[in-house]
């Protein structure tokens, strides 16, 4: 079982870690290079999901590791652009002070909206290409990605100790004012719960897939992210240095430049 999981797991941290990074070094780019860095990441975007189509047929553990980087460069692409400024939403405004409750979930909704609802067509329009193939690594990782990280938003924006500021652009600074700073919030056990549960259930499908299949490897590999993202929510409320695994990509003194 160990040797079944250790190469997933192994090669999900190893991508996680340095595409986040990557992203993060990207996005921080003086102004001048913006234009050059956008049509790199549209080009990174439109190979993840051109490869992710070409790879659904092939029933493969390869195949499936390949539409697993897919699935990621499709994300990393939304990432950048929505850290660089470009796709955000109608409200580039800082948080009215003294908003509570549904006008300050409001507020929020709209500095972030184009985002989000770029993410979930991106997602559905993934799982609607990919459906009934045998690899589906990509579309199911982008959408993990998107559960996750939403679960991750919805956390923050209600309260936990650790929000990790340091890693918002120049441009972004007044997403800060939506934060919330407290010691927990209701949401987290369930996000926690939740996250549990769905490790379990790919753990389950690790057990009944065929062997050296792309199902098989998907359910790992989507394993090995899944326990990654509920270590993010862990980072949120436990005082770990969560900043120190990406200084390399977005140092204080860069953080200027945007």
């Known amino acids: 079982m160990v040797t079944d999981?250790?190469?997933?797991?192994?090669?999900?941290?190893?991508?996680?870690?340095?595409?986040?990074?990557?992203v993060l070094w990207l996005v921080r780019r003086p102004l001048a290079q913006e234009a050059l860095v956008?049509?790199?990441m549209t080009l990174v975007g439109g190979v993840s999901c051109a490869g992710m189509i070409m790879l659904g047929p092939i029933d493969t553990t390869a195949a499936a590791y390949l539409s697993f980087l897919c699935g990621l460069g499709?994300?990393?692409f939304h990432e950048a652009l929505f850290l660089m400024g470009v796709v955000t939403g109608p409200r580039p405004e800082p948080c009215p002070q003294g908003a509570?409750?549904?006008?300050?979930?409001?507020?929020?909704t709209m500095a972030v909206l184009y985002h989000e609802i770029a993410l979930a067509v991106t997602?559905?329009?993934l799982l609607g290409l990919t459906w009934g193939q045998p690899n589906q690594a990509a579309s199911l990782t982008f959408a993990l990605l998107f559960v996750m990280r939403l679960s991750a938003k919805f956390n923050i924006f209600l309260?936990?100790?650790?929000?990790?500021?340091?890693f918002f652009p120049t441009r972004l600074e007044h997403l800060k004012s939506y934060l919330l700073k407290r010691p927990m919030n209701l949401l987290?056990?369930?996000?926690?719960?939740?996250?549990?549960?769905?490790?379990?259930?790919?753990?389950?499908?690790v057990d009944v897939a065929p062997t050296d299949s792309a199902t098989k490897a998907t359910a790992l590999l989507l394993f090995a992210l899944g326990a990654?993202?509920?270590?993010?929510?862990?980072?949120?409320?436990?005082?770990?240095?969560?900043?120190?695994l990406w200084r390399w990509a977005a140092p204080s003194t860069q953080t200027k430049d945007r």
Do not use: C, D, Q
Not at 5 to 22: E, H, N, Q
Not at 229 to 244: C, K, S
């Open 123 to 125: 997602a559905a329009a």
């Open 100 to 108: 509570k409750g549904w006008r300050r979930f409001h507020y929020a």
């Open 228 to 244: 990654l993202a509920l270590l993010e929510h862990a980072f949120m409320i436990l005082p770990l240095p969560e900043a120190v």
């Open 188 to 205: 987290f056990p369930v996000s926690v719960v939740g996250s549990f549960a769905l490790l379990w259930a790919l753990l389950a499908h």
């Open 5 to 22: 999981f250790a190469p997933p797991f192994l090669f999900a941290i190893f991508v996680w870690w340095f595409s986040t990074g990557a």
């Open 74 to 76: 499709a994300w990393a």
């Open 38 to 40: 956008v049509a790199a």
């Open 159 to 166: 309260g936990v100790p650790n929000l990790t500021e340091e």
